[in-house]
């Protein structure tokens, strides 16, 4: 049905509530340019509070704060994701931001030198619109997905919560990246559980060891932070890697899964009579399959000539051939620290700073 409603207007208008929505309001709101959030979720926190139960964040406590409001928990901690969720909410309500929450964008597209935003029952028009989302947003699927069994559970890792969801019966976790083996220690408890998928590579100290607390700064302030950017050769290569094959294993290491009793298997290569089959012909039988297998970016939405494979061009989050365009909170936008809550920050005063030159 068409929207009648006049469009709002407004100088800026933020496109997500989470961590690289929040802190594009904070460095707007320091240089008193008006602005508005649209989140699609109900409350503040809910794509964190979506995810599963036992989920902690990979970086300690005194690295996961917004800008302006420290996380208030005791160093070298490792936040829950129900924790870090209400932080985000508390981070909103303490500075006011204006949030519309329980609004989904239908469409971004431009008419003149306006941004026009239709949600499902608003219009809005905007000087500048910063899509502040990661590009984690479509599960990525094999094509074979859909010749299993119906049978088998299926279940993909941004619908997953707890071992309760699945059948009785063994378990097979597809994608061995950080997701994949926490997910599969966790399952392994109460189900014969195997895991399909390359070799990551893993850091080399445990992260809650003393060895993890000194090495932290190094790790995340200067390695991710300062070195591996767009910058430096060095982080061009990395960069690269990162989004072709993801990063390395942070919080566990390869034996913990040998030694819980999970069971390491060649990639998953296609499906013989509704089975999942190895890249060695032997053929599974399994009552779950848990996909863990990464995402692509959906952004069909935006109907604006400015991706290229399905990723946006842009320098630093900055679109040059659509001016007042922008982009906050993508994967390596700038550094490997990037998508990460200690990265964020960074990058969106960058783009703060764009926008009150306009």
């Excluded at 996961?64 to 160093?75: S, T």
């Excluded at 063994?170 to 994608?175: A, D, E, F, R, Y």
């Excluded at 100290?205 to 090495?215: A, N, T, Y």
């Excluded at 863990?292 to 630093?316: A, E, H, M």
């Amino acid at each position: 049905m068409e929207n009648n409603i006049a469009a709002e207007y407004y100088k800026v208008i933020i496109i997500g509530a989470g961590q690289a929505g929040l802190s594009m309001g904070y460095h707007l709101s320091q240089k008193g340019i008006s602005f508005l959030i649209l989140e699609a979720n109900k409350k503040v926190g809910d794509s964190w509070r979506k995810r599963w139960d036992s989920l902690h964040l990979f970086t300690p406590a005194q690295y996961d704060g917004l800008p302006g409001m420290p996380f208030p928990a005791k160093k070298h901690s490792y936040p829950s994701k129900d924790e870090f969720a209400d932080y985000l909410e508390e981070y909103a309500i303490n500075f006011k931001f204006p949030i519309r929450t329980n609004t989904y964008v239908n469409s971004l597209s431009r008419e003149g030198k306006q941004f026009i935003i239709d949600t499902s029952d608003q219009k809005f028009k905007a000087d500048n619109v910063v899509v502040a989302m990661n590009d984690c947003q479509f599960q990525r699927l094999p094509t074979f997905a859909k010749d299993l069994d119906p049978e088998i559970l299926q279940i993909c890792s941004s619908k997953y919560k707890n071992p309760s969801q699945l059948k009785e019966g063994n378990v097979l976790v597809i994608g061995a990246g950080n997701s994949g083996c926490e997910i599969a220690l966790e399952v392994s408890k109460t189900h014969k559980t195997w895991l399909a998928g390359r070799d990551t590579g893993h850091i080399p100290f445990h992260i809650k060891s003393k060895v993890g607390q000194l090495m932290a700064p190094v790790v995340l302030r200067l390695l991710f932070h300062r070195i591996f950017t767009i910058n430096t050769f060095i982080g061009r290569k990395v960069r690269l890697k990162a989004l072709n094959q993801g990063g390395p294993l942070i919080r566990i290491k390869p034996k913990e899964v040998i030694e819980a009793g999970i069971i390491r298997i060649p990639k998953v290569t296609g499906v013989i009579e509704g089975l999942p089959v190895l890249q060695n012909k032997e053929v599974l039988e399994v009552k779950n399959i848990i996909w863990c297998t990464g995402y692509y970016p959906r952004f069909s939405w935006i109907d604006l000539p400015v991706f290229k494979n399905g990723q946006p061009i842009q320098n630093r989050g900055i679109v040059d051939n659509e001016p007042g365009l922008y982009f906050l909170g993508l994967h390596f936008l700038y550094a490997m620290s990037s998508g990460m809550i200690q990265g964020v920050d960074r990058d969106a005063q960058f783009i703060a700073k764009a926008i009150a030159k306009t």
